[in-house]
């Protein structure tokens, strides 16, 4: 399983990094993402992704330059360091795991083969 941690409500302009810990897998074998569901948009947005070597990683242009991606795989652990925050970043953030070298093109949510529940992030005043 996956779980994700680091959440919370913050300010615009603020920080949070967020953590998403494997269980019962190694992760080093599976390529992972940082998605975003925000209330009554679908589907879920295509955050981050970092390949399975930590080689590569792709972000979405909303938030280039403002979040950095990071993994390690001896703590099966992936992060999504979010700076610069603001409202627009409020949602729910999921991490999933794709049995993949990395998350190309043409890969949908639904083939990523292991999701976390999600944590809540909240930017506002």
């Known amino acids: 399983q996956l779980v994700e941690s680091g959440g919370g409500l913050v300010q615009p302009g603020g920080s949070l990094r967020l953590s998403c810990k494997a269980s019962g897998f190694q992760i080093n074998y599976y390529a992972v993402a940082w998605f975003r569901q925000v209330p009554g948009k679908d589907p879920r947005e295509d955050v981050s992704c970092i390949g399975n070597a930590g080689l590569r990683t792709k972000y979405a242009d909303s938030v280039k330059g403002r979040f950095t991606i990071s993994r390690d795989n001896g703590w099966n652990t992936v992060w999504l360091q979010m700076d610069s925050l603001q409202p627009e970043d409020t949602g729910v953030y999921y991490c999933?795991?794709?049995?993949?070298?990395?998350?190309?093109?043409?890969?949908?949510?639904?083939?990523?083969?292991?999701w976390g529940r999600g944590t809540q992030v909240t930017v506002s005043s």
């Open positions: 999933a795991a794709l049995s993949a070298s990395f998350c190309y093109p043409g890969y949908a949510p639904a083939d990523y083969d292991v």
